[in-house]
């Protein structure tokens, strides 16, 4: 007697037939590395149009100073550069802003050398090597000109007549005024020293004082 059971069904692969789901996942992953780049690119310009801002300011600063100031700075950066590496360390960098009027403390040196300095290069890699902050010439001019257009004209005027007072007496007379010509090469003749002290002299003491120099350079 013939079976009455009906044969199977073949399996219909309900898992495979349908395929794979698309992964949902791929479309927010790709959108948030494409955010991350957008927002990596946004923050290189702004650090370069803040690089940009920075330098026109500076050059900017530099123009209010006169040639002489900025040579100044830079007869005074090259004269303790005593290596010639364009870069200058804590001692040379003291000395050369002493030459230009401005005896900082230690702490003073070291904050602009931590600010605006960049750590020296080991000469021989198979040497221990001990880094020290240097300071490259475009950042001692930038740090110079805002220190000489920060100060007080007075201060700048009463260096200036330090020079003239030889030993510190408080006063300018004939005598530093004939040595001063001489240094300079000014071919002047006695009677106009002497003109000089008498036109500018106030108190009559037959010397220019302090508060007399100021005068004669504020005026």
Do not use: W
């Amino acid at each position: 007697m013939a079976s009455s059971a009906h044969p199977p069904f073949p399996s219909r692969g309900y898992g495979t037939s349908l395929g794979k789901l698309p992964d949902r996942s791929m479309g927010p992953t790709f959108g948030a590395s494409t955010s991350q780049q957008q927002q990596r690119e946004n923050q290189r310009l702004e650090r370069e149009r803040e690089r940009l801002e920075k330098e026109r300011l500076e050059r900017e600063e530099q123009n209010q100073l006169s040639e002489e100031q900025r040579e100044e700075i830079k007869e005074a950066f090259m004269l303790f550069d005593l290596d010639k590496d364009q870069k200058i360390d804590y001692h040379e960098l003291k000395v050369a802003m002493k030459a230009l009027g401005f005896d900082l403390p230690k702490a003073e040196i070291l904050s602009i050398l931590q600010t605006h300095g960049s750590p020296s290069e080991p000469a021989n890699p198979n040497v221990p090597h001990h880094p020290r902050l240097l300071l490259p010439f475009a950042q001692f001019q930038t740090v110079m000109t805002q220190r000489i257009l920060a100060r007080d004209p007075r201060e700048e005027i009463l260096r200036a007549f330090e020079l003239f007072d030889e030993g510190g007496k408080g006063k300018i007379n004939l005598n530093d005024l004939r040595r001063v010509a001489r240094e300079l090469g000014e071919g002047l003749e006695e009677e106009e020293l002497a003109a000089m002290i008498d036109e500018f002299d106030l108190d009559g003491d037959g010397a220019i004082n302090r508060e007399e120099f100021l005068g004669i350079c504020l005026q």
